[in-house]
């Protein structure tokens, strides 16, 4: 990381090595013409995630979603999306070896069936159902990325994630200990403290600016707040500044995911709402603004451009993106042929500012 200085010593701005983004939803159809230049604009790769309607569960619909994301590129921006498989109870071992040898599918998505949007067609039983599917995936050297919540509804919801790691992520990662698995978008000290107890290079887990930055207060500030709802939802603040801790404090085993999840207005503002926090535009910014706030700006480098393709076995980026301290105000809305959606801190300004120097 390059710091620049003014005159009076002050830094000004920082260079970092251009960031991806570990967890990203696009959407299809004209959204993506909205959403995609959006991630382009920072990131350099994404790993896109496979909850469409159908879901993406084999290699050649993976393929011709990236095709549909390439075509929605602004000319001359450079973005590589990396495809997921969702991984359902009927996937075989020869789709994860079809889907290897394709170059374009680099991870396997794991949703409870039921714990998330478009999840309905997930996992039942990952035990019953997909040992096979999983043992071929350690022999492939591919990661399974896990939307760590049980779906029993007798759970509290907000212990959903805890509950998770003690049925399902000990016995798997006890059972197979050479499966790759990144814990997504993590919300407690509980899974902070079980990705720190694994080895570095077999358990990982994505961040997102949300849960570094919010706790469960901001769904009910002044009234209810459909644009602050997610899942897993938001915590207390425990464990935001647990995971805030481990994140600012240089561990490998975290990285940026931003699981920017884009809804319809109507579909967020509406009577039975749907979770997922629209950040695309805003995530660097505020990754900047939670790791300044920790006197760890020279942490953030490793978490945003580093670790994640460490983790995965690919290369480091070799372009950079310059960061500013420059305030800048978030758009209200970005509009769309089926409506509009809205940013995180829509309307609010910020205090750093991307662009490629
Ligand atoms: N995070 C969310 O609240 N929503 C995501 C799904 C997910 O990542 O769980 C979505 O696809 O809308
Ligand atoms: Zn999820
Ligand atoms: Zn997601």
């Known amino acids: 990381m390059l710091g620049v200085s003014s005159p009076l010593g002050v830094r000004m701005a920082i260079s970092i090595t251009q960031p991806d983004d570990w967890h990203l939803h696009l959407r299809d159809g004209d959204l993506l013409n909205v959403v995609v230049p959006h991630s382009a604009q920072h990131f350099r790769r994404a790993i896109i995630m496979p909850n469409l309607k159908p879901p993406i569960i084999t290699t050649s619909a993976a393929v011709s979603y990236r095709e549909s994301i390439l075509k929605a590129l602004p000319a001359h921006s450079y973005f590589d999306p990396l495809m997921t498989l969702y991984l359902t109870d009927n996937t075989s071992p020869t789709q994860i070896k079809l889907a290897r040898e394709s170059g374009v599918v680099f991870a396997v998505k794991l949703y409870p069936a039921g714990a998330t949007t478009n999840s309905q067609d997930g996992v039942t039983d990952l035990f019953g159902n997909c040992l096979p599917v999983l043992e071929e995936m350690i022999k492939q050297n ?52 079980f990705v720190e107890s694994l080895n570095e290079g077999s358990v990982a887990a994505t961040v997102t600016p949300q849960h570094l930055l919010l706790n469960r207060n901001a769904i009910f ?62 995530a660097l910014s505020l990754y900047a603004k939670v790791f300044e706030e920790a006197g760890a700006l020279d942490k953030l480098e490793a978490f945003t451009s580093f670790n994640g393709p460490d983790f995965y076995g690919l290369p480091r980026n070799s372009t950079k993106i310059q960061l500013s301290k420059a305030p800048w105000k978030v758009p209200e809305s970005f509009s769309y042929s089926e409506g509009e959606i809205i940013p995180m801190f829509a309307g609010q300004t910020l205090d750093w500012l991307p662009s490629f120097a």
Request: with cysteine; aromatic share 6%; proline share 7%.
């Open 142 to 193: 591919m990661p399974l990325l896990v939307h760590g919540e049980v779906t029993n509804p007798e759970v509290d919801v907000f212990d959903r994630e805890k509950v998770f790691i003690d049925q399902v992520l000990k016995p798997l990662v006890n059972k197979l200990p050479q499966l790759k698995v990144v814990m997504e978008h993590i919300t407690t000290s509980d899974a902070v403290k």
């Open 221 to 282: 500030q002044g009234g209810l707040q459909p644009h602050s709802y997610c899942l897993p939802v938001l915590k207390r603040e425990i464990h935001r500044q647990a995971i805030s801790s481990a994140v600012t404090s240089g561990s490998k085993r975290f990285f940026l995911g931003t699981d920017s999840a884009p809804h319809e207005r109507r579909r967020k503002e509406c009577s039975c709402g749907c979770a997922g926090i629209y950040n695309a535009p805003v």
